[in-house]
């Protein structure tokens, strides 16, 4: 291995689940003496946990520990508010580090490509979720629950989290660390159905079957699904998961619980075909799909020509997430994802990428462990053939100082620790686990210790 004595110095762009375990995973090997600096464009850590995953798992967020005992290492740096592509550049950093990771997951939505996508009241559910979740980038939205249908597109556990939050009782919610502005017009909300329509048949969802079991419990409310749609359904040719998933469809078709005040319907092989209203949107044209097994095995969606159409004030499209480029960095348009080769970015000597920007935006917070766990391999497997040379100098000394110029409001571990501290303490009397702040201001006063006049 090509050691010139200084330490093995990683840059570790972007702080979700992904990144955290590449750092994890890097600094577990003794011998190698490594330090790693994680860079963050956000004032806070640990990615779609904070502004993913639904506040009402509060299990699924408590994974964030396994990421805080990472960034108390001393071997561990966390800058936050820093951008790249904005504040510092991606030559930049390889110029100082002896190997760059980028983990900055997938920040776009993808579109469904229809009529009257672009109308208001049709809505991407990263920007719902993000809205939900106080995320800064999207606290400043509104959206419309004045009808009483929003009709959600896609059929995986992103579609089930919106459907879900648009119909928990108030008090479930605010017990959870839900951003205030979006408790307070979640309360208000006129929305007394969501329709969740899938463009393949009940045993193709992307569903988890907890999560889909989860539903009446959460919403209080059984779930609405048509027997007649399961009734073709032949559950010998299931995966396992998905002969689960159709057999707590079958007892919700049974309608063994009653709907409540606010209730989620099931539809399958549902296309979107076009969204109509007058300066909004007020009605969602589906599309009636026949399904076709191929000799592989695969179950496609064909449009048999029949239409219906469903009154809604709000439409959200839950069919995945996409990544962005990054300057510098080459891109697959058609996947969305920074290519690779096991976690080496194709044709560049020094990068690396892990999670959602790797592989595309599937796959539970635990997939990304073994993921990052293959593509620090990757990068220990260089550095021991010496096609990953590292610098002659530690170019990390004064990283800070660098930094400080190029982001005077550098949000450190200790400036996140503030903000954890304010967040969890504003929760405490409310039995919530935190009160999130959603403005940039508001988190830079705490984390910089700033006091405005
Ligand atoms: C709505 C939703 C709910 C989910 N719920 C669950 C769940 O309940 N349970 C579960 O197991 N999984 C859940 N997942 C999946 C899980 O969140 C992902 O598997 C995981 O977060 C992917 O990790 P990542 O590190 O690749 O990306 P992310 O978590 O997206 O982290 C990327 C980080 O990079 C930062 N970044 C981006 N660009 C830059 C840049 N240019 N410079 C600096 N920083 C940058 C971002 O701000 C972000 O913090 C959910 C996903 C979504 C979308
Ligand atoms: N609680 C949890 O564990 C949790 C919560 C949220 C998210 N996650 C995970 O995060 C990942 C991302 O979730 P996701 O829901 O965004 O993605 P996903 O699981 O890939 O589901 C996307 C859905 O959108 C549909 N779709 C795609 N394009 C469409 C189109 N043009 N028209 C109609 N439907 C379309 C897909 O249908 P087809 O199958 O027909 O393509 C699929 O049903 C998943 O791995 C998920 O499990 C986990």
Request: aromatic share 6%; with cysteine.
């Amino acid at each position: 291995m090509d050691a010139p004595g200084n330490p093995l110095t990683v840059a570790v762009i972007g702080s979700g689940p992904s990144g955290f375990y590449a750092a994890g995973t890097l600094l577990e090997h003794d011998e190698l003496d490594a330090r790693v600096d994680m860079f963050e464009r956000l004032a806070t850590p640990w990615g779609l946990v904070r502004f993913g995953v639904a506040p009402d798992h509060p299990k699924i967020k408590s994974v964030s520990s396994v990421y805080a005992k990472i960034a108390a290492l001393e071997s561990f740096r966390f800058f936050g508010n820093v951008e790249i592509g904005t504040h510092i550049s991606h030559d930049e950093l390889t110029e100082r580090y002896d190997a760059v990771i980028y983990a900055v997951g997938t920040q776009g939505d993808r579109t469904l490509g229809i009529p009257g996508e672009d109308l208001p009241g049709s809505v991407a559910a990263v920007d719902f979720v993000g809205w939900y979740n106080g995320h800064p980038d999207y606290a400043d939205l509104s959206f419309d629950l004045s009808s009483e249908r929003a009709v959600v597109v896609g059929n995986g556990n992103v579609a089930l989290d919106v459907a879900r939050i648009l119909c928990s009782p108030y008090e479930r919610l605010a017990k959870t660390d839900i951003a205030d502005h979006a408790l307070e017009a979640l309360r208000d909300s006129n929305i007394t159905e969501v329709l969740v329509v899938g463009r393949r048949g009940a045993a193709q969802a992307a569903f988890t079957t907890p999560e889909l079991k989860e539903l009446p419990e959460f919403t209080e409310s059984g779930v609405d699904v048509d027997p007649e749609q399961l009734a073709e359904v032949d559950e010998d040719a299931l995966s396992r998961v998905a002969k689960r998933n159709v057999g707590v469809m079958r007892d919700y078709a049974a309608g063994d619980t009653e709907l409540g005040k606010r209730h989620i319907t099931l539809r399958f092989q549902r296309s979107p075909i076009e969204l109509r209203g007058d300066g909004r949107v007020e009605e969602i044209v589906l599309g009636h799909n026949e399904l076709r097994t191929a000799e592989d095995g695969w179950v496609s969606a064909h449009d048999t020509g029949e239409r219906e159409t469903v009154e809604t004030g709000l439409v959200l499209r839950a069919v995945g997430y996409r990544g962005v480029p990054i300057d510098g960095l080459p891109f697959d348009e058609r996947r969305g994802i920074i290519p690779n080769d096991k976690g080496r970015v194709v044709g560049t000597e020094r990068e690396y990428v892990v999670g959602w920007i790797k592989r595309g935006p599937t796959g539970i917070i635990g997939t990304n462990k073994k993921d990052s766990v293959e593509t620090v391999n990757q990068l220990l497997e260089d550095l021991a053939a010496g096609t990953l040379r590292r610098h002659e100098r530690d170019g990390t000394v004064d990283i800070e100082s660098w930094l400080a110029q190029r982001q005077p409001d550098l949000v450190t571990e200790q400036g996140w620790q503030l903000i954890d501290a304010a967040e969890r303490a504003a929760g405490e009397p409310h039995g919530r686990p935190r009160v999130k702040m959603c403005d940039l201001d508001a988190l830079l006063d705490v984390a910089l210790s700033r006091t405005r006049p």
